[in-house]
């Protein structure tokens, strides 16, 4: 069974940064493509950014472009999320997801951790 357990998640304050990470296991991590999602409260969960197995296709969703950043770590079975000039509105938990094929929609993902909270105060 594959596990995904995302940490590094906390309370920032506007404008500062934070990395989460998500610990992937499984023999096949290096060729799934690996995204973040966030939900907030009342809130539908949304698409934040995504990149395939070799790091050569990322994608960024337009309210984070510019501020967050996707990268991953194959031989460690890992995948972050770094997250510049925070504001509050990007307060939600973040979810990691792998997929077999490059996606942005949540429903083709296989695999979800079980999420870490991220709030950023005002």
């Known amino acids: 069974q594959v596990q995904l357990v995302e940490s590094g998640g906390g309370l920032v304050q506007t404008g500062g940064s934070l990395r989460v990470s998500c610990a992937a296991s499984?023999?096949?991590?290096?060729?799934?493509?690996m995204a973040w999602f966030r939900q907030a409260p009342g809130k539908e969960r949304e698409f934040v950014a995504a990149?395939?197995?070799?790091?050569?296709?990322?994608t960024i969703a337009d309210p984070v472009k510019g501020r967050f950043n996707i990268s991953r770590d194959n031989p460690k079975n890992k995948v972050y999320l770094q997250m510049n000039s925070l504001k509050p509105e990007d307060t939600a938990v973040y979810y990691c997801?792998?997929?077999?094929?490059?996606?942005?929609?949540?429903?083709?993902?296989?695999?979800w951790g079980q999420g870490t909270q991220v709030t950023v105060s005002s």
């Open positions: 990149i395939n197995w070799n790091s050569k296709m990322t």
């Open positions: 499984g023999r096949t991590f290096g060729s799934w493509t």
């Open positions: 997801a792998a997929a077999f094929g490059y996606t942005v929609v949540a429903g083709a993902y296989h695999y």
